[in-house]
């Protein structure tokens, strides 16, 4: 792109979004928090100030060259949504929010660089002795610099770095004032990826002055892909650690529940079982405790089917017995049943008609034969 005729050599479209995006950012970040329920639904409640201290534009640098998931995973962190035992207790509503490595309650983000688990701790030491060795290499930062930043990336957080300067004599009026905007940021979001622009002007000056053979964007980008990547070791043998298939710390709980489960299954009376499934309880028990996690959790889980089944075949079996009783009745009601009863006590004529022997006269009867027919007529009468 030619402007005046001075070429330009910076890319106007990722320059635009970058600012958009600081933008936003600042919105968010510098927004009141909204806790409801243990749920933050505003921002982050930071200051001005606070926001303006971060050399954003390293850490945008460093990220540039990082795959999408792992942004993701860095803005989850950040903002305190990732998959933590606290977040997913409340989302999966158990009781159990412990770190899979220390045990203690209550695992946030905050803890992720602090856990005191002994693997954990050697694992975060190796990484400040990587990140050590890359600033002392080939004269790349400031000595009294690159001196105080180690020490308070070993303290994990329990002190400032203003009063580890302090306690160690004083420092140049350049260095004490970044150790202040760097506290001001905070130390868990230092290993974010998140430092002081102050840092940035000391080590600017030192790459000035000596032969590093490195500039100041160079030398932050650098330290923020590193101070990142140390935090996510930990997130990595975190993860490890609690969901691994034969040692994690999930698998070893659901292992201690199924072991209560099969000792409490181990006592079923064989009468609440379905005769077709009493070969369950005829399994040698010692090798069972022994066996593999998946054959166990079938067991249990063919074992729970069986007693499920029992009562329900019984209700099936006795309804089918009361059902046959029934068909029998009815089968009896039907041959047995005898011829209906007639009552005699009644008039002859009566007794004919019902049992069928008068004769039938579908003709119908006139008046005058009606008459003669009835007892009242006085032809008919006896004389006085």
Known sequence: MVLDGIKLTTDVGSEVRYRLGKEDAERFYTAARDVI????????????????????HSLDAALKSKPDMFQIWLSKQCIGICATRRNMARIQDILDDK??????????????????????????KESIASIAEWMHQNNRTDAELAYWLEKYLIYRGTRSLTSLI????????????????????????????????????????????????????????GLASHLIHAS??????????????????????????????LDRLIDTPPEEVPEGSRYLLELDYSDLYNALFERRSYWVLAMKAARRAGPRAHV??????????RHSRNLNDRT???????DFTNDDTRMERELGLLPKCNKRMSACATKAASASNKRLRKPD
């Open 99 to 124: 770190c899979p490595n220390c045990l203690r309650p209550r695992e946030t983000n905050d803890h992720l660089n602090r856990c005191p688990d002994a693997g954990r701790t050697l694992l975060f």
């Open 37 to 56: 329920r243990g749920t933050n639904r505003g921002g982050l409640g930071w200051s001005s100030k606070r926001f303006h201290s971060v050399a954003w």
């Open 232 to 261: 996510h070791n930990q997130w990595i043998l975190r993860n490890f650690t609690l969901h691994d298939k034969q040692r994690g710390y999930l698998r070893l709980y659901q292992r201690k529940d199924l072991l209560r489960e």
């Open 316 to 325: 099936c079996q006795q309804a089918s017995r009361k059902t046959r009783r």
């Open 336 to 342: 047995n049943r005898r011829a209906p009863r007639y």
């Open 166 to 221: 302090a306690k160690g004599g004083g420092g140049s009026p350049g260095l004490l004032k970044a150790a202040a905007s760097q506290d001001l940021i905070g130390w868990t979001e230092f290993l974010h990826g998140k430092i002081s622009i102050n840092i940035e002007t000391v080590q600017n000056i030192h790459c000035a002055l000596t032969p590093c053979r490195i500039t100041g964007s160079d030398w932050m980008k």
